[in-house]
């Protein structure tokens, strides 16, 4: 302790040299200016133990020149004037402890801390018992300030003698900070004392903020068995599932050929799932060998728990295409769980495409046993470059036995429709599917194509299909872009001449969602001219709705007319 003592004032003696060599060689020091005046003349009063006079002289100061380069010393000079005039210790107490805590990096910090303990110690010999934590907590402070400044010497000396003061130092020490920073000089000596030392710390201090701290650096310089094997340790026996944690990430960090070996070992066999699914994520950050995938496979098929199997899938997915589609193609169709497979399959979806990914996505949407597992591969084939997975999801839409698989198909073509060849599939699907649903749900895919190749679609539908559900269905899309005239005569066309009459409302409907200036002078028609009796009352109703005058006005001539009639 002696030694350590030695060397701590020796490097505070250092550092107050250091000051002085600072101010002496300050150009400040050359011919004075306004301020420099005044400040010289305040601290002319401190030298001549004129208190009164010096407090009142440096108080003016600060306020004519509160930002000057004299700034630290008029306040600490003032605080000192204040202690030799005033009959108050705790109000000297109070003025270097605001001072302390409004210029910490002061160079008169440390003086106003000194005569902070002074005046301290002074009250709680005078009954001020409140006063002793208060002292104690600025004299650990300045311990701790010295105790940092002997580590950063200690470090660049980087021998034997430092690095044993540096253990001393680390026996004698109760704070985190000191420990902390002490753990970081560790990890910079290349001496097997101080990896030990490492390993020591990560394996029994009591702390675990401390513990984390040690095991993440034996992680940075692991060069050695023996050092992933203190880190296993860790791993296997810490109470503290943060530091177990901490410890797997840590073996991540060593070179390939330390850390991979470790990390299988924990992903098949730690007990705790937590750690194991770690490993496995991390095995998956480098899992650029055989080795290691036919690992993660034995996982997904084995592991006792869920989710770890899950991060197996991940964790292949992570791999070069080379080693990890294979992998997940195997998976996908032969692993007795069906949310394994869902999960290989997402991943396929999100691979480089592959003819080979492909072919195995369709041949799941037509065989897997599990509909969540089809519906999913249709899904990742949707994924794909549109040149990629189109014929796929084309062949599953006109195709696959499932009018819920054809469904999907058809929405994800819908999402891609920007091509006449796939407007054309979905017009077929629309005539020819033999389910309802399938039939509406590709009419809803037209209406998400590009205008241009979408409407003209609709128009046909709306206007030929046999099926009054879907010609219903089209009518409404066709509202929703009712913004140009041909749309608008399309649909009045069908108001007038559709033989069934939900569909000659739907389409009074859709004329009604267009712009005024479009929609109105065809609402007005229908009203006034059309035979159907119901259909001129579902005009005159959207014309009620308008804010059109021609709307208004003419509303007013059916009200004449019918009148007179």
């Known amino acids: 302790m002696g ?3 030695s060397l701590l004032i020796t490097i505070s003696a250092i550092l107050v040299l250091n000051t002085y060599l600072a101010a002496a060689s300050d150009p400040g020091s050359g011919p004075q200016d306004e301020t420099s005046q005044a400040y010289q ?72 801390r000194s005569n902070l303990v002074r005046i301290g110690q002074q009250l709680v010999k005078a009954g001020k018992v409140e006063y002793e934590a208060r002292i104690q907590s600025f004299q650990k402070s300045q311990n701790e300030e010295l105790a940092l400044s002997a580590l950063y010497a200690l470090q660049t ?24 920073k002490i753990l970081f000089v560790l990890s910079n000596f ?22 984390k701290k040690a095991v993440f650096w034996l992680g940075q310089n692991a060069e050695t068995k023996a050092d992933i094997q203190k880190l296993e340790n860790s791993v296997t026996n810490d109470p503290s599932e943060e530091v177990r944690e901490q410890a797997v990430f840590a073996i991540s960090q060593a070179p390939a050929e330390l850390a991979m070996p470790a990390l299988i070992n924990i992903a098949k066999k730690n007990s ?41 899938i991940f964790a292949i997915s992570q791999a070069s295409e080379n080693l990890g589609v294979p992998s997940l193609i195997k998976i996908a169709q032969k692993n007795d769980d069906p949310k394994l497979r869902e999960k290989a399959v997402f991943w396929l979806g999100q691979s480089e495409p592959s003819p080979e990914i492909i072919s195995t996505l369709e041949k799941i949407v037509n065989e897997d046993p599990e509909k969540t597992v089809r519906e999913k591969a249709i899904f990742a084939i949707s994924q794909t470059p549109h040149d990629v997975g189109m014929p796929a999801l084309t062949n599953i839409a006109q195709k696959n036995d499932d009018p819920e698989l054809r469904e999907k198909a058809v929405f994800w073509l819908g999402q891609e429709a920007n091509s006449e060849n796939t407007i054309k599939t979905l017009e077929s699907i629309v005539n020819n599917d033999p389910n309802e649903a399938v039939r509406e749900k590709a009419v809803f895919a037209i209406s998400q194509a590009e205008p241009k190749l979408g409407m003209p ?93 021609r709307a208004r006005e003419a509303l007013l001539q059916i009200v004449d007319e019918s009148g007179k009639k």
Not at 75 to 85: D, G, L, M, Q, V
Not at 286 to 310: G, M, W
């Open 3 to 5: 030694k350590m003592k």
């Open 41 to 112: 003349k305040a601290y002319g009063l401190i030298l001549d133990e004129s208190w009164s006079k010096a407090y009142s002289a440096l108080d003016n100061f600060l306020k004519n020149y509160p930002r000057s380069r004299w700034t630290d010393e008029a306040k600490f000079w003032r605080c000192y004037a204040n202690e030799k005039i005033s009959n108050s210790l705790e109000d000297a107490f109070s003025c270097y402890s605001k001072f302390v805590q409004e210029n910490p990096k002061s160079k008169w910090a440390d003086d106003a």
């Open 157 to 180: 000396m980087g021998d034997e003698k430092a690095l044993s003061a540096i253990l001393d130092l680390y026996k004698e020490n109760q704070s985190p900070k000191i420990k902390e």
């Open 190 to 211: 290349d001496s097997p004392k101080a990896k030990e030392k490492l390993g020591e710390i990560a394996a029994k201090d009591t702390s675990v903020a401390i513990r």
């Open 272 to 312: 705790d799932p937590q750690i194991r699914e770690k490993a496995v994520f991390w095995l998956g950050q480098d899992a650029e060998s055989k080795k290691t995938i036919e690992t993660l496979e034995s996982i997904v098929n084995n592991d006792p728990e869920p989710e770890v199997r899950e991060k197996a």
């Open 457 to 549: 679609a609709l128009s046909d539908i709306a206007e030929k299909n046999k099926d009054p559900k879907i010609r219903e269905k089209a009518v409404f899309w066709l509202g929703q872009e009712a913004n140009s005239e041909d749309i608008i005569e399309t649909l009045r066309k069908i108001a007038n001449r559709d033989s069934d009459p939900s569909v000659r409302e739907k389409a009074i409907f859709a004329i009604s969602q267009a712009p005024e200036n479009l929609g109105v002078p065809v609402l007005i028609d229908i009203a006034k001219n059309h035979s159907d009796y119901n259909l001129r009352k579902k005009a005159i109703f959207w014309l009620g709705q308008s804010n059109d005058p």
